[in-house]
């Protein structure tokens, strides 16, 4: 699938810590881990660049710590980068240097957030139809009617039941709170999705329930989406393209079949080993 795409990232750039002279200047090429053995500070992205194309699903894995979640932060403007460019195709042409404010109104608009933490994506002590509302309103959907009206299509689009509306995330099961998640991330008819761990921790049969939802609604409603999971076989399932991460570096990316069953790079070999192992 090669269409037009819908995000490109250029050296994106995070650092947790500041960094040190070392760490900034020619070190930072050299550096093995992406923690500065100098001052300590972690490197979470070093220059990372991608493109989504519309319409694709792009897979991120990587072990735990690989920046792959520092990466979906940055796209939704949730954490500022040190450096990188970001280009939205008519929108921005580098949304990293645009006022919080604006960055605020382009992720209201065009962009829908699942958490890897239900506690960061959910005010737990609201309703569910509360946190839902809560997208809605910061675009402006104001009409109470109309807010009724869009919170139960949704919820039937995530396939949970309207009566559980008033209930509070904190009563939820986690495959609830993910339906919940992503009814608040489609709310406002986003053009990019950003999908975190969507279905970790979750038991088979909820994680098939779920995916089958997303699959749905992604073709349904022509969402690009980027969907990190350590769980190759959700990205089998679901990416068409994937990129492979270890410590803050994509090293590297292509159709997903083609990674998965034909990887290049030692560290990719061994994470599809070690799914085959299971
Ligand atoms: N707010 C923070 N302050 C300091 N270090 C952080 C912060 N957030 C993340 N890190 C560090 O940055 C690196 C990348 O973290 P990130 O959460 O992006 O990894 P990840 O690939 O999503 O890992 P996981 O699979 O465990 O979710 C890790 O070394 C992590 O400890
Ligand atoms: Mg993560
Ligand atoms: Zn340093």
Redesign the pocket.
Known sequence: MRSDPALSLKNLT?C??GGCEACRGEMAKGMKK??CPVCGS?W??REVSLSLFSGEILGVV??????????L?CLYFDEIPLGGQLTLPDIAENAFSLSRQAQRRIRNAHMGMVH?NPMLGLRMDYSAAANIAENLIAANCRNVRLLQDRIDELLDIVEMSSYRRRETPRHFSGGMQQRVQIAKAIANRPDILLL??VTTGLDLSVQAKILDVLKKIIRDFNISAVL?S?DLAVIRMLAHRTVV?LD?KIIEQGLTDQVLEDPQHFYTQQLVHSLLCI
């Open positions: 995070v947790y810590g992406n923690r972690i979470a992205l990587g072990e735990s710590g690989s920046g792959k979640s520092s990466l932060k890897q975190d761990e990190v350590h991460m803050g």
